[in-house]
T-cell receptor, first 112, second 111 residues
Framework: GENVEQHPSTLSVQEGDSAVIKCTYSDSASNYFPWYKQELGKRPQLIIDIRSNVGEKKDQRIAVTLNKTAKHFSLHITETQPEDSAVYFC???????????FGSGTRLQVQP | DAGVIQSPRHEVTEMGQEVTLRCKPI?????LFWYRQTMMRGLELLIY????????DSGMPEDRFSAKMPNASFSTLKIQPSEPRDSAVYFCASVLGGEQFFGPGTRLTVL
C-alpha cells in the first residue's frame, strides 16, 4: 500500500507568520493531492487540492505545491490567523483505483 | 443538498452489544468510504464501496466488523459484539472526482 508521511506532526506559529506542512508519498500512480482541515470536534473538510498536471495552486492565503518527481506536496498558509488552528491532513489519491491514504495529520496552533 | 448524513450522532452502549451505524451519501456520488478516528491511531480507512460494491475491506479490524451498501443511498457499518476498544468517531464520506465529502460522524462509546 501507499506510504504517506506528514511533517511536522505539530506546528506552533505566531499570528501573521507563515506555516508550511509537507506530505511525502510512495505511490507513483497518485494523481490527486488534497489537503483537509479538521477543526476540533468537527469533520475533515477539503481546503485545497491539486492534480498532477499542475505544479502549484493558490487560493487566497493558502497554496499547495506539488513535486511529482520527488513525490511530495506541501500546504502553505500565509498570514496565519487563530482560526487556522486545526489538524491538517494530506491524502494522496489514485483516482483510477479510488485508492487513497490519509497522512497522520499536523496539528497547527496559531498563537494570537 | 443536505450533504452526507450519518446516524446516530452519538451512541453509548455496553460491551457485547451490537452497534449499527448508518450513512446516507450525497446523491450522485458513486463511492462511499468508512473511517474510524481515534487519538492513538488517527484517521483509519475501514472499507470503501464503488457503485455499492465493496472494493477494499483490508482496513476492517476483525470479523466483528461488517459493512453493507444495499443501494446507492444507504450504507451500514455493524459491530457485533462491540468492545471498549471500538470507542471512536466513525465517519463516512462520499466521493466525487477524488474529493471526499465527510459526514458529521458518529461518536461511539463502548463501556
Amino acid at each position: 500500500g501507499e506510504n504517506v508521511e506528514q511533517h511536522p506532526s505539530t506546528l506552533s506559529v505566531q499570528e501573521g507568520d507563515s506555516a508550511v506542512i509537507k506530505c511525502t508519498y510512495s505511490d507513483s500512480a497518485s494523481n490527486y493531492f488534497p489537503w483537509y482541515k479538521q477543526e476540533l470536534g468537527k469533520r475533515p473538510q477539503l481546503i485545497i487540492d491539486i492534480r498532477s498536471n499542475v505544479g502549484e495552486k493558490k487560493d487566497q492565503r493558502i497554496a499547495v505545491t506539488l513535486n511529482k518527481t520527488a513525490k511530495h506536496f506541501s500546504l502553505h498558509i500565509t498570514e496565519t490567523q487563530p482560526e487556522d488552528s486545526a489538524v491538517y491532513f494530506c491524502a494522496p489519491t489514485d483516482t483510477g483505483r479510488r485508492a487513497l491514504t490519509f497522512g497522520s495529520g499536523t496539528r497547527l496552533q496559531v498563537q494570537p | 443538498d443536505a450533504g452526507v448524513i450519518q446516524s446516530p450522532r452519538h451512541e453509548v452502549t455496553e460491551m457485547g452489544q451490537e452497534v449499527t451505524l448508518r450513512c446516507k451519501p450525497i446523491s450522485g456520488h458513486n463511492s462511499l468510504f468508512w473511517y474510524r478516528q481515534t487519538m492513538m491511531r488517527g484517521l483509519e480507512l475501514l472499507i470503501y464501496f464503488n457503485n455499492n460494491v465493496p472494493i477494499d475491506d483490508s482496513g476492517m479490524p476483525e470479523d466483528r466488523f461488517s459493512a453493507k451498501m444495499p443501494n446507492a443511498s444507504f450504507s451500514t457499518l455493524k459491530i457485533q459484539p462491540s468492545e471498549p476498544r471500538d470507542s471512536a468517531v466513525y465517519f463516512c464520506a462520499s466521493v466525487l472526482g477524488g474529493e471526499q465529502f465527510f459526514g458529521p460522524g458518529t461518536r461511539l462509546t463502548v463501556l
